[in-house]
């Protein structure tokens, strides 16, 4: 049976004592023969309304795989925790290897970030190229047009 758990983390936890939190956590899952089978760290995003005098929170999502026993280990590990403010385990039918939608969103925008980025710095290349570019050119049409004259002194002389 498959298990989702999502808890959030209190922000002014740093995220070295988050990522140690969640180890400790499926160190317990793991003890009890369960198995962590996705772990997504979502980050820190606002909360719905308000927790504790909180209004943001580091979203964990935890995906287990074993029997009833390694769930309640892992619920009861978190409400121990007086770092995470809230939980919520559900049942799933199936089980999914792609990133969960808010991972896919974020990712998505790490993308966008950095195409505008590489847009950004080839443009800035490009104008670097341009400045450069005018005196370029007037020299070639120089030796063009130089070249052009000694053709035609050349033709005239024959």
């Known amino acids: ?15 070295e004592n988050t990522e140690a939190l969640t180890d400790n956590l499926i160190a317990k899952v793991e003890k009890v023969g369960g198995r962590i089978v996705k772990r997504e760290n979502w980050g820190s995003r606002p909360l719905a309304y308000s927790i504790a005098n909180r209004k943001r929170g580091n979203y964990i ?16 590990a978190i409400s121990l925790e007086e770092r995470i403010i809230r939980s919520l385990t559900t049942r799933l039918t199936e089980l999914s290897d792609k990133p969960s939608p808010l991972l896919r969103r974020a990712q998505a925008a790490a993308k966008r970030e950095e195409a505008a980025a590489e847009e950004k ?28 004259d000694e053709t035609d002194g050349a033709e005239a002389s024959t």
Do not use: R, W
Not at 61 to 76: M, S
Not at 121 to 131: D, I, R
């Open 121 to 148: 710095a080839a443009a800035a290349e490009e104008q670097v190229t341009e400045a450069d570019t005018p005196a370029s050119e007037e020299q070639a049409s120089e030796a063009t047009t130089d070249a052009k």
């Open 61 to 76: 999502l935890l995906v287990t795989d074993g029997n009833a026993e390694a769930i309640n280990t892992l619920e009861h």
């Open 1 to 15: 049976m498959y298990y989702e758990t999502i808890f959030i983390v209190n922000p002014d936890i740093s995220q």
